[in-house]
């Protein structure tokens, strides 16, 4: 108490405090019993100053995946599609394992009930991840390496949709094999068949 | 009041109404906003009524979903194997659609905090549905329509991965020129490429 807390600071000092909460919250008991006076306790702020920024658990968990999973400018392009597919997919496989301690499947569960949130979530988590994969998808086909007739939006359905099929059925996210499979089955259904297959 | 009603004709139509109920408040108001109070109003029924049979209103609603949507014991076969996966697809569009008012994405959401609620959902409504579409894939393979190395496990997420895909992120469901796309570029991924395309 020796001296006066800067609010800009203290405001910073709590926020961190509040995601550092959810966090650990979720981690040890599941999104599904994380709740707001939990995260106040453990982040030792009141409950007023979570309402104050956030209108739901939901939002604080959107704003916890938005700071721990960081979006690259552009498109990892080793120049092996397959290679570069598989590193794209296998961090969103990190945002949804596992399962039942993730924020993640918690944030997508809320929004399919909070349009708000489903719009921040797509705006901010999903659209930049869209964006950076159409892109590499986009080189890859200038290059004669996908048909050019191939549907670009039905292939990020065809590679992202498995992610969230296995979530919402609980049939367990894609192990390095399996993703290996989806991802030559989907080269194949984009790839010429006149041409060679890429790497 | 003239005759004393039989218990197990009165437990039925105590279910029925229950169900309908449910039906009604989800199409009107959303399942985010269903309760057990006001599922136990409209049915006439008390909250402890409900909670006799059904854990949850995740449970009432999977029941409502299980009575409504009826599993072929056989997946259909014209002989034209994209048309029969339209049909099949589009089943499953019609039980989640549309997102916000229907008791399908709101028991998916349920079950991904709510491990009971997710292996009756898996057992009772998924299992049948995976059966009769590997059946139908699997005679399809013998017939040497798909290739034989094609993975049908990867088949079944890359066609019905989007629709959960699209439905986590709000991105609409497929229209049927949509599905028309995804089916021909999932078959081209299934399909030797020496052999002519199916129908």
Redesign the interface.
Known sequence: MSKAPNPARRRESSRRAILAATAELCSQF???RLTIEAIAARAGVSKKTIYRWWPSKGAVALDLLDETATVAAAPPDTGDLAADLHSMLTEIIGMLTP??NAPG??V????????DL??E??ERL?RPRIATFRQRLRRAQDAGQLHPD??L???L??L????????????GMPDPA?LH??IA??L???TP?TSSAPH
Do not use: C, K
């Open positions: 599941g999104y599904g399962p039942h499947p918690g997508i569960a809320e929004a399919l009930h909070d349009p489903a719009r979530l797509r999903v191939a549907d939006d039905v292939a359905d065809l992202y949709g498995p992610l969230y099929h296995r979530l919402a059925l609980h049939l399996y499979s989806l089955h989907v194949r259904a984009l068949p």
